[in-house]
């Protein structure tokens, strides 16, 4: 035994049995026998007001916080190959200000789609009375701004539904029936049947739909200021298919023929709606964000295991040339900068034991091309993963290191600078919203359960130190300006967490609740707001926290 461990335990026998304290002294009114503080620790007050009573679960929060859902008694549905984590059951709109928490649907589901708000917070869409079998429920919108009024019924059988991103307007699917208007009320017209699902361009002229597998599965383009609207096809057989931020290009994968491995991958601009394919085996794609450049990945078409059917050639170009150059080799993920002035991925990707092999990691070489014309420049060999700054001029990643012991190891490049190590044995970390920090869990035990949060300076990193801001987490969030962290401790006996709050700014910390389930959200940008769920008996419920420090 090492003398650091004895006198660790010879510190916990001392605090366990109370030596401090003078024989005979007694102990004061209320307070916990030790006993009683190892099987249940003190509650603490919560910093939150309860807003619903009861077991809920699925927390979810409207764009503008002005309201939360919840889902009671949710249940798995007995059938056979429904996703292990479906549920079905009551869903309550509940408001984070004044106001009664109302049940908007019963048989709402949880899965992706089941429910939407609108980018405005205004209205929610929720499917109810929801049929596992058939992938479809009954369509409600209930309007957030006055509870008081009745729920809309829009539609009996829906299986896909898609806001506009004003929210402005709906378009939905009923029995397979495309349907699209302006919210709340409609009129909804019909546009066209075997449709499978919809979306919106972002400028909401116009709407593409995919037609469902069996009616060929095109992907057609829909002019909604025609009066009589008719479908323009794009292409049949399509895999997958976006349009640009700038809403002037469709990007698809398809198959022209059923027994290719790969994909054929057209670029139409939204005016004539002419494809024009750009590559061939194509499993992976991405346009930027000011919709100037595509890259895909090609596989090879030879590849005879499942391994390497994911890994292939990067390729990037001008969005609607055919025209473009290779920068990559054994690239599996990849992805345009924020500002759309780079192409990052890595490359010779593989995957390795991590450890005494009870994990598996995904490495590569992280490497960046400058846009347009860049050489690809390797900034790291066997690389797990990274994370680029807002603005684009700072990248964090992280590197394997085996020699002389096994390790990892975090590094910050600044533009036109030297990587520089910050720190060894580390797990998650983020950029501040206005990328002047990096946040970062380390110095972790409990198998990373329990970690501190560490902030480090960028524009000082070097020659200052990492800052500890708090002790004991598990996972954090930062509010949308940065002022504040939301860190969680998990419990020893349960899976629940204790909550608190630091404002970044001040430094100060408040433990908002205990026994609370994940997620947590932020109801304001500054995150002085919030909503929670705690899940202990006696106390369960939605809770809200609001002018907090």
């Known amino acids: 035994m090492t003398t650091s461990t004895l006198k660790v335990l010879l510190l916990a026998a001392v605090t366990l049995c109370g030596c401090d304290q003078k024989k005979g002294a007694s102990r004061p009114q209320g307070t916990p026998t030790i006993r009683q503080a190892i099987e249940k620790p003190v509650r603490q007050a919560s910093l939150g007001v309860r807003k619903l009573e009861g077991p809920v679960a699925e927390l979810r929060a409207s764009p503008d916080g002005r309201v939360v859902t919840v889902m009671r008694d949710g249940e798995k549905p007995r059938l056979d190959g429904v996703p292990p984590t479906m549920r079905v059951g009551s869903l309550w709109v509940v408001p984070t200000g004044e106001g009664a928490p109302i049940k908007v649907a019963n048989g709402a589901v949880n899965v992706p789609g089941g429910q939407l708000f609108t980018s405005d917070g205004k209205y929610l869409m929720v499917l109810g009375a929801y049929d596992p079998s058939q992938q479809s429920g009954e369509l409600l919108l209930q309007d957030l701004t006055d509870l008081s009024k009745e729920r809309q019924r829009l539609a009996p059988h829906v299986t896909y539904m898609k806001p506009s991103a004003d929210g402005a307007r709906l378009a939905y699917v009923d029995d397979g029936v495309l349907f699209e208007g302006p919210l709340p009320a409609g009129p909804f017209r019909q546009l066209a049947g075997e449709v499978a699902t919809v979306e919106y361009a972002p400028n909401g002229k116009h709407l593409y739909f995919r037609r469902k597998s069996a009616a060929g599965g095109g992907v057609y383009q829909v002019e909604l200021a025609a009066e009589k609207p008719t479908p323009r096809r794009f292409v049949d057989a399509v895999g997958e298919y976006v349009v640009s931020e700038d809403s002037k290009w469709v990007i698809a994968m398809a198959r022209s023929n059923p027994r290719q491995f790969g994909f054929e991958l057209f670029v139409g601009d939204a005016a004539s709606l002419k494809p024009v394919k750009i590559g061939d085996d194509v499993m992976r794609f991405a346009i930027s964000r000011d919709s100037q450049y595509v890259a895909r990945m090609q596989v090879d078409r030879n590849a005879t295991n499942a391994n390497d059917m994911q890994i292939g050639q990067l390729w990037v170009g001008r969005t609607g040339q055919v025209e473009g150059r290779k920068v990559g080799q054994k690239v599996r993920e990849f992805e345009f900068s924020r500002d759309s002035q780079q192409l990052i991925f890595r ?203």
């Open 347 to 549: 490359e010779n990707y593989q995957v390795l034991a991590l450890l005494g092999g009870t994990y598996d990691e995904k490495v590569g070489d992280l490497t960046i091309v400058p846009l347009p014309d860049g050489a690809p420049r390797v900034i790291q060999k066997r690389s797990p993963n990274y994370e680029l700054s807002p603005d684009g001029t700072t990248l964090a990643y992280t590197a394997r290191i085996e020699q002389p012991e096994y390790s990892r190891h975090l590094f910050l490049l600044k533009a036109g600078e030297p990587p520089l190590k910050l720190q060894e044995w580390l797990y998650d970390y983020v950029f501040a919203p206005d990328g002047s920090r990096l946040y970062f869990r380390a110095n972790c035990t409990r198998e990373g359960r329990s970690c501190d949060l560490l902030a480090q300076d960028v524009a000082k990193a070097g020659t200052e130190k990492a800052q500890k801001v708090a002790g004991g987490t598990f996972n954090f969030k930062l509010s949308d300006d940065g002022s504040r962290a939301l860190t969680t401790t998990p419990h020893m006996r349960d899976e629940l967490f204790d909550l608190s709050l630091t404002n970044l700014r001040t430094g100060e910390t408040k433990v908002l609740d205990q026994y609370v389930t994940q997620p947590v959200h932020f109801l304001s940008k500054d995150g002085s707001r919030l909503a929670w769920v705690v899940a202990e008996k006696g106390t369960a419920g939605v809770y809200v926290g609001s002018g907090l420090p």
